[in-house]
């Protein structure tokens, strides 16, 4: 179990409420827009998985968002803040009703989620239609998300899937392999990020000779194994996260393939999860936008503070959460709370800067995605270790975005 940091923010909520309705009971004083701002909690709905495959990436945004948000008054723009938190399930068919429940009922200011690139397009696709609420993608990596469903009031604090995967394609290359296999689970995320690791791979040089897509979020890896041994490609590339990549990482070694076909894919592969692969994942070398060891004060803080609060340390997803935060943060206070004014709370999010990120600072793009750093890591004595960095300020093509 996570431990939670304490939240106070239903109490403000209610006592919110309670002073509002008592002012308008007792005279027929009509309070501005921005006097019921002051009172009222600023809505911040959360759809994120908190079961499965990927319970362990919702807990961790979850958690440090929360921190975050907790170290700055537990207050955004001044005013309190009501959580309306959503188990994803990590269900696409589930994605439009759940969105429509916390923008229609629940009338949100702040949508974050999700995790999953399938559910991520679902929601885009309700939200981008219209002008209100402000999504905040906290983790899902969907290309279309801030490609062609791009839209005003769709921000992402996380990467696109393009992103991680490029620079590996390219490191396998540089490191002399010709020929590779690629091993995903079958949706948009394993799909875009092995086109674009092939992409890469391929205009230098290799060439890929299958590509596996395993059925999400299926862990029945042993067939696909056979096939790899079988074809004994100079490398492989794969995405799998969470709970999956434990599995594949730890079937993989156990299949004998580890020693002689090394294995490479965007970092998720064993981010979070390098403690559970134990020695399977020793000497794994993958590209990502963070590494646990990066030499920055906001990470060193982040990460004692982090384990202070839940008693073991963070991870990437954590740090997304904790960016998206920082955002709802500066978006608030830049309209000291007024969240109807929405021009002005899309400006200063465009504008943001993150100062504080544990990744290193980091600018949103004109299609409202993340220009960062990938960096180069390897996993050694069971935790990553930074090597370089495989891309310096990485902006996503965001191809079919009219915004950029
Ligand atoms: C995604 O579905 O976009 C996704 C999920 C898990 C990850 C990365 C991307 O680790």
């Not at 009971?25 to 921005?34: D, G, L, Q």
């Not at 079961?51 to 958690?63: H, R, V, W």
């Not at 730890?250 to 580890?258: Q, T």
Request: hydrophobic residues 45%; charged residues 20%.
């Amino acid at each position: 179990m996570t431990k939670k940091v304490s939240d106070n923010s239903r109490r403000q909520f209610l006592g919110g409420v309670a002073a509002t309705a008592g002012v308008a009971a007792a005279s027929s004083f009509v309070p501005t827009k921005f006097a019921i701002a002051g009172k009222a909690p600023v809505k911040v709905g959360i759809l994120l998985p908190y079961s499965g495959t990927y319970a362990m990436l919702g807990n961790s945004i979850t958690n440090a968002m929360k921190m975050r948000l907790e170290q700055a008054g537990g207050m955004l723009g001044g005013r309190p803040i009501k959580y309306i938190g959503v188990d994803s399930e990590m269900s696409v068919p589930k994605a439009a009703p759940n969105t429509k429940k916390l923008i229609d009922k629940e009338k949100v200011d702040f949508l974050v989620g999700p995790v999953h690139s399938g559910i991520a397009a679902a929601m885009a696709k309700i939200v981008g239609k219209r002008k209100t609420p402000i999504m905040i993608v906290p983790n899902a990596g969907s290309n279309a998300v801030t490609g062609p469903l791009c839209a005003p009031n769709i921000f992402r604090c996380s990467f696109s899937n393009w992103q991680p995967a490029f620079p590996g394609g390219k490191l396998m290359a540089d490191e002399g392999h010709k020929t590779a296999i690629t091993i995903s689970w079958k949706y948009g995320a394993g799909i875009q990020m092995m086109a674009a690791g092939t992409e890469s791979f391929e205009a230098n040089g290799g060439k890929v000779i299958k590509d596996i897509q395993v059925p999400f979020p299926k862990v029945e890896f042993q067939a696909f194994l056979s096939d790899i041994a079988a074809l004994k490609p100079d490398a492989v590339f794969a995405f799998f996260s969470g709970g999956g990549a434990v599995k594949f990482v730890k079937d993989y070694a156990a299949a004998g393939l580890k020693e002689n076909i090394p294995l490479y894919g965007p970092g998720f592969l064993t981010e979070g999860v390098s403690a559970a692969q134990g020695a399977a994942a020793e000497g794994i070398k993958t590209t990502l936008h963070y590494s646990a060891d990066l030499d920055n004060a906001a990470n060193q803080k982040f990460r004692t503070d982090y384990t202070k609060a839940y008693g073991k340390g963070p991870n990437v997803f954590s740090v997304q959460g904790f960016d998206t935060a920082s955002l709802m943060l500066q978006a608030a206070a830049a309209v000291q709370g007024d969240m109807g004014a929405t021009g002005d709370v899309i400006t200063a999010m465009e504008n943001a800067v993150f100062l504080d990120s544990p990744r290193g600072q980091w600018k949103m793009s004109k299609a409202h995605n993340p220009i960062q750093n990938i960096y180069l890591r390897q996993v050694q004595g069971g935790k990553q270790k930074l090597l370089g960095i495989a891309a310096e300020a990485l902006e996503d093509p965001a191809k079919g975005c009219k915004l950029a």
